[in-house]
T-cell receptor, first 115, second 115 residues
Framework: DTGVSQDPRHKITKRGQNVTFRCDPISEHNRLYWYRQTLGQGPEFLTY????????KSRLLSDRFSAERPKGSFSTLEIQRTEQGDSAMYLCASRYPGLTQETQYFGPGTRLLVL | AQSVSQHNHHVILSEAASLELGCNYSYGGTVNLFWYVQYPGQHLQLLLK??????LVKGIKGFEAEFIKSKFSFNLRKPSVQWSDTAEYFCAVRGGSGNTGKLIFGQGTTLQVKP
């Protein structure tokens, strides 16, 4: 399967713990996005990378959230001191560079439950 | 701020019935519009997209959508639904300042097709 992959698929943690999610985009896709989806809502944009540069962050991304893409390939999203309100599906998407009409391809998501 | 509104949150149809899901967006500039589908247990997949040209766009699995600029609408249609169309459908617009290509999603419509 050469699609976007995410790990883990599910994560249960206790409030106050730190969690880290990984996203592997489609090869040669230099643009990478993180979204968050809560129950009954559509995905909401969190942050965007072009290669290793983080070029946009949403106001949703509080200082407890940090994302990296150190070598311009895979990306990690870390949540520190998790809160129950962080429970959601975290989606990663990637896009081919340059062409504005290119589609974002989504991964299966990581479902986080904070107890 | 940009937003996307999907009128129907939950639609129940019998097989062979016709489908129309409403989507309205608010954005003053040039819009790129999308419909994504999420089948049970699967990740988000692109159904169709509009960038320019013919406002009637055809997608996969017999779906189509019509862009009506004067109404800020991009409604999804299918003449005859099948049980396998049971899924969640999301309308999205690409926009925002800069050129990140982030997507802004509606809250989604759950379609249930009865056999």
């Amino acid at each position: 399967d050469t699609g976007v992959s995410q790990d883990p698929r599910h994560k249960i943690t206790k409030r106050g713990q730190n969690v880290t999610f990984r996203c592997d985009p489609i090869s040669e896709h230099n643009r990478l996005y993180w979204y968050r989806q809560t129950l009954g809502q559509g995905p909401e944009f969190l942050t965007y990378f072009q290669n290793e540069a983080q070029l946009e962050k949403s106001r949703l991304l509080s200082d407890r959230f940090s994302a990296e893409r150190p070598k311009g390939s895979f990306s990690t999203l870390e949540i520190q001191r998790t809160e129950q309100g962080d429970s959601a599906m975290y989606l990663c998407a990637s896009r081919y560079p340059g062409l504005t009409q290119e589609t974002q391809y989504f991964g299966p998501g990581t479902r986080l439950l904070v107890l | 701020a940009q937003s996307v509104s999907q009128h129907n949150h939950h639609v129940i149809l019998s097989e062979a019935a016709s489908l129309e899901l409403g989507c309205n967006y608010s954005y003053g500039g040039t819009v790129n519009l999308f419909w994504y589908v999420q089948y049970p247990g699967q990740h988000l997949q692109l159904l169709l997209k509009y960038f320019s040209g013919d406002p009637l766009v055809k997608g996969i699995k017999g779906f189509e959508a019509e862009f009506i600029k004067s109404k800020f609408s991009f409604n999804l249609r299918k003449p005859s639904v099948q049980w396998s169309d049971t899924a969640e459908y999301f309308c999205a617009v690409r926009g925002g300042s800069g050129n990140t290509g982030k997507l802004i999603f509606g809250q989604g419509t759950t379609l249930q097709v009865k056999p």
